[in-house]
């Protein structure tokens, strides 16, 4: 219809331009030569106000094919214009591709490495986190804020980081506290800086490396002692037999207490020798021997030898115990025999209680089963949870501060941990089973 009217307009003025040529020649009695040049001068004028028009109006056009999606822009196929238009929205296509693939590959990396990561703007935002961070935080990370959910120290040190610095913290997000190694370097980027923020537990390595200072403390000194108790024990021992009967003293009672002196150190130095031999166990736990077990006979095995022992205690299993587990079996048995027997030595010192002991077994937040040891004791003090799983600390005046370490070093040997957590009322130490 545009065209149309274009072409009706376009006859219109040439006829009505003939008309006024023919008036005009009539008129002034012009030569035909004189009415060509004229009529083709007022053809020329009209042909470059119609392509002035046309170029004015062309961007126009353009612009409104490439907001309707018209990609041909309104052109023929042959019109230089189309054609550079099409490479030139063929490399920009090509080019974004280009950076969607990129990006996707940099974000499957990012997710798969298995590395704490986390990447804030200058605001402190989140601008990207690996699934790794997401994990050992366990907590929704959106800005640095977050951070003080599980260490205000870990957010402050991150905050105020202007260089590459690194330094460890306690996670206190989880259960059972985490020894994190944070890292911080800055990255500058198109006048825009980002912090780049690295975290890794280390609580395995330092739990190691406890483990083995203290091997190398029991091997030093259960050899030191050993060597000096091993003889007082013998000579001992030698002087009471080589007393004769008949040996007399001004005063009878000097001879009861030279007696008295030799047997007792003869009987201590016996049992500082058990001691030694039974501390050994910390240096010469023998390796796992692994089998398959039903969870349920293990922890039923232990409550059964405790109920004819001690029947006024009463002993409860629940929770998820109908689970197949692989450990040692004499070992953990080992364990829950000592945690048992703590809960209800700490039990005893209470009144118009019910003595109870729960063994609950359970899956934690990383989908490891667990044996909480629980009962409804007095609890322990929070200084003493601090000291005890060191080896020789005990707050019992008979305690050797042996079983708790012993009991530690088994559930590390199995790739698992033993800790304790903290209840309103009562102790209750948990079992993790790697």
Same mark, same amino acid.
């Given at each position: ?57 062309? &961007? ?8 309707? !999606? ?9 019109? $230089? ?9 063929? #490399? ?7 950076? #969607? ?22 605001? !402190? ?26 260490? $205000? ?42 912090? =780049?923020?690295?975290?890794?537990? =280390? ?82 736990? &023998? ?23 001690? &029947? ?16 040692? =079996? ?29 063994? =609950? ?16 004791? &007095? ?54 089973? !790697?």
């Amino acid at each position: 219809m545009n065209i149309r009217f274009k072409s009706a307009l376009c006859g219109m003025s040439l006829l009505f331009s003939g008309m006024l040529l023919y008036i005009t020649v009539m008129h002034y009695q012009l030569s035909a030569i004189t009415a060509l040049v004229v009529l083709f001068s007022l053809a020329q004028i009209i042909w470059l106000t119609a392509l002035y028009h046309r170029a004015q109006r062309f &961007p126009e056009q353009l612009f409104r094919a490439l907001s309707n !999606g018209d990609h041909t822009l309104g052109l023929p196929v042959t019109h $230089p214009l189309r054609q550079d238009y099409e490479k030139a929205r063929n #490399q920009m296509q090509e080019t974004r591709l280009d950076a #969607q693939r990129q990006v996707q590959f940099i974000n499957a990396v990012f997710n798969h490495i298995n590395l704490p990561l986390l990447i804030c703007d200058e605001q !402190g935002q989140i601008i990207e986190q690996s699934s790794a961070a997401k994990k050992i935080l366990n907590i929704k990370i959106n800005n640095l804020e977050s951070l003080k959910q599980g260490s $205000p120290d870990i957010f402050t040190f991150v905050s105020s980081a202007t260089t590459n610095q690194q330094s460890s913290f306690t996670w206190h997000r989880n259960e059972q506290p985490e020894t994190l190694y944070v890292q911080v370097s800055t990255l500058q980027i198109q006048y825009l800086q980002y912090k =780049i923020v690295t975290l890794q537990s =280390i609580t395995e390595q330092l739990n190691a490396k406890e483990q083995q200072a203290y091997k190398q403390l029991t091997k030093v000194l259960t050899h030191e002692v050993a060597n000096s108790i091993t003889p007082l024990a013998s000579m001992a021992q030698t002087c009471l037999a080589l007393m004769p009967d008949g040996l007399q003293f001004d005063d009878q009672e000097d001879k009861q207490d030279l007696t008295l002196a030799l047997s007792t150190l003869a009987s201590r130095s016996t049992h500082l020798s058990e001691f030694i031999r039974e501390f050994r166990h910390l240096s010469n736990l &023998p390796a796992p021997q692994l089998q398959a077990v039903q969870l349920y006979e293990l922890l039923s095995s232990v409550k059964q030898l405790f109920d004819s022992q001690h &029947p006024n205690v009463m002993f409860r299993i629940s929770g998820i115990t109908q689970v197949m587990c692989t450990l040692d =079996i004499k070992q953990i048995e080992q364990v829950l025999i000592n945690l048992c027997k703590n809960a209800i030595e700490a039990i005893a010192t209470t009144q118009n209680t019910q003595p109870q002991i729960d063994l =609950i077994a359970r899956y934690n937040e990383h989908a490891q089963l667990c044996v909480d040891i629980c009962d409804n004791g &007095p609890g322990i003090t929070e200084q003493a949870s601090k000291m005890m799983f060191v080896p020789f600390f005990s707050t019992k005046q008979q305690g050797s501060g042996i079983g708790l370490s012993l009991s530690k070093q088994i559930m590390l040997q199995h790739g698992g941990e033993l800790i304790y957590l903290h209840r309103s009322q009562g102790a209750c130490f948990r079992c993790v089973f !790697g």
